[in-house]
């Protein structure tokens, strides 16, 4: 929630359409509330960053074994398939042409993904140009 409010001026302005889906019936997890919202907060800004007016974005979370899963998902303008092994690297941003113009220090998503495993977890991403992006990740349950 505490995220949610600190992007929602951006997604108002941009009218993005921002949904939350807890499937999940954990209510405690192992991590770090500070560093989980750095987490959540990198992804969102990213998604509102590289989603265009009207668009979507879809935050989840599901019950999945021993672990519960977040999904952060946009309608965006998508990464290039030869670029996704690359996005956790420190300082890679795609060249993909949409993005030009778009501020970013490449970091974000290589701290996601760091604070993530620090917490015994597992980060994925998928995206198709021109179709959005899916952030997964997923953390243990108490």
Same mark, same amino acid.
């Given at each position: 929630?505490?995220?949610? #409010? ?5 997604v108002? =302005? ?16 192992? @991590? #770090? ?13 990213? @998604?509102?960053?590289?989603?265009? %007016?009207?668009?979507?974005? =879809? &935050?989840?979370? %599901? ?14 303008? $998508? &990464? ?7 996005v ?8 993909? @042409?949409?993005?030009?113009? &778009?501020? $970013? ?6 701290l /996601?993904?760091?604070?993530? %495993? ?10 198709? /140009? ?13």
């Amino acid at each position: 929630d505490s995220v949610i #409010d600190i992007i929602m001026p951006q997604v108002k =302005n941009k009218g993005i359409s921002l949904k939350l889906n807890n499937k999940s019936k954990s209510d405690k997890i192992m @991590a #770090d509330q500070g560093q989980l919202e750095r987490v959540f907060l990198n992804l969102l800004s990213n @998604a509102v960053k590289f989603t265009p %007016e009207k668009g979507k974005i =879809n &935050i989840s979370a %599901e019950d999945k074994d021993i672990f519960i899963e977040f999904n952060v998902e946009d309608s965006g303008i $998508g &990464i290039p398939k030869h670029d996704l092994e690359k996005v956790f690297e420190e300082f890679f941003r795609s060249d993909n @042409a949409q993005s030009e113009g &778009i501020k $970013g220090t490449g970091l974000g998503l290589s701290l /996601v993904k760091k604070i993530i %495993e620090a917490h015994k977890g597992r980060l994925l991403v998928d995206s198709e /140009v021109g179709k959005g992006t899916k952030f997964s990740f997923i953390l243990p349950r108490l």
